[in-house]
């Protein structure tokens, strides 16, 4: 889920900042700053100034807000590309997947893709041409019926778990 959360996501709140005017990144922070405190919600009462020491967590929690943020402030595009990002990754978190799931799941991710590649591609000095990117649109959703669903593997529940863990082999593997 890193790559999504500190990967992708990155991107996409980075190229939406290098789209926008100087008036509409100050609107967008002035937005995020004005989001009332809500338990269990990260505020970031001065904006996205510093958005590379965001943790996966905290960029969730943009995730929850950033629809209403960039709403007006450019196209009907921006907002469209929160609105289907949001869908595609409350997919991506699914624990078991039907083939009808994959197939929804395949199309969640085309869409965003498409949207994504039309809005931010000349902000993109590679032309979109990442890692991340590839593998999540061409080998995730083969990736999961190989192996399982993607919250089964991630790193965040390795680092977790790995201390509680009675085994000889992990013993000494820290």
């Not at 269990?40 to 904006?47: E, N, R």
């Not at 994504?116 to 019926?145: A, Y």
């Amino acid at each position: 889920m890193h790559h999504l959360d500190l990967g992708l996501y990155h991107y996409q709140i980075e190229f939406t900042k290098g789209i926008l005017g100087r008036s509409s990144i100050d609107k967008m922070n002035e937005r995020i700053g004005a989001i009332p405190r809500y338990p269990g919600l990260k505020i970031f009462s001065k904006g996205l100034q510093s958005i590379a020491r965001l943790t996966a967590s905290e960029h969730r929690d943009l995730m929850k807000v950033m629809v209403f943020v960039v709403d007006g402030l450019l196209s009907d595009d921006l907002s469209e590309v929160y609105v289907k990002w949001n869908e595609m990754y409350i997919l991506s978190r699914l624990e078991i997947f039907k083939e009808s799931d994959l197939e929804k799941f395949q199309k969640a991710i085309n869409d965003w893709a498409n949207l994504f590649v039309i809005l931010f591609r000349k902000k993109s000095d590679s032309k979109m041409k990442f890692p991340k990117f590839h593998s999540w649109i061409f080998h995730i959703v083969d990736t999961i019926r190989e192996y399982g669903a993607i919250n089964g593997y991630t790193t965040e529940t390795y680092e977790m778990t790995i201390h509680h863990v009675d085994h000889p082999f992990l013993k000494n593997w820290h």
